[in-house]
């Protein structure tokens, strides 16, 4: 079975620049959740939705970032305009409420570098 | 609010020594509680989970934790080390009633020889 799928895999651009990482989900899943990890703050909880619909956008840093997901197989997270310290490893992961046990699957992980 | 608190930034072990990996939780409702992996420059990776079924959890790659409610702890271990056990290691709980989890900060893990 495919896993969460996310691309790319690595980016580099330049501060100012707009990014926008993808995620394809486990097919049937119902959550979605993006998170940051670096290593001075860990891994952080962006948003997450259930259903299509953002549930959590707390962890959204500023404004600079957004996200959508317009149907259940694909998300996006956009940074506009990028800056220097949006560099970090971004994951996204999927959960299927129903089964019970609320484990997440993880992807791959874009490793974003913003110079 | 749940939380979990991981005991250990680093731990270092010889290959075939035992690793015990700590884990305490703060819940206010029974808990679901987790154990990731992450492999460098990969993403993590479930290990096992605990959903109030038997206390004694058994995992992938032999590893196991067991649910303590007298002590909200849920170590980690695994009779003997491997070289490739080297990595990091998240525990995580479930956020009340919402599909949210929380994590810990990791503790990583090295296997010398």
């Known amino acids: 079975d495919a896993g969460v799928i996310q691309s790319p895999r690595h980016e580099v651009t330049e501060m100012g620049q707009e990014v926008t990482l993808r995620c394809k989900p486990i097919s049937g899943h119902d959550y979605l959740f993006w998170y940051r990890q670096t290593m001075m703050r860990g891994l952080e909880l962006l948003i997450y939705f259930n259903n299509n619909v953002p549930i959590d956008d707390s962890g959204m840093p500023e404004d600079r970032f957004s996200a959508k997901m317009p149907n259940a197989s694909f998300s996006t997270l956009k940074i506009q305009p990028s800056e220097p310290r949006d560099s970090a490893v971004y994951f996204c992961a999927s959960s299927l409420a129903l089964a019970g046990g609320y484990e997440q699957y993880f992807g791959p992980g874009t490793r974003l570098t913003v110079t | 609010a749940q939380s979990v608190t991981q005991l250990g930034s680093h731990v270092s072990v010889s290959e075939g020594a035992l690793v015990l990996l700590r884990c305490n939780y703060s819940s206010s409702v029974p808990p679901y509680l987790f154990w990731y992996v992450q492999y460098p420059n990969q993403g993590l990776q479930l290990l096992l989970k605990y959903t109030s079924a038997a206390t004694l959890v058994k995992g992938i790659n032999g590893f196991e934790a067991e649910f303590k409610k007298s002590e909200t702890s849920f170590h980690l271990t695994k009779p003997s080390a491997h070289m490739s056990d080297a990595a990091e290691y998240f525990c995580?709980?479930?956020?009340?009633?919402?599909?949210?989890?929380?994590f810990g900060t990791g503790t990583r893990l090295q296997v010398t020889l």
């Open positions: 995580a709980v479930r956020r009340g009633t919402a599909s949210k989890l929380t």
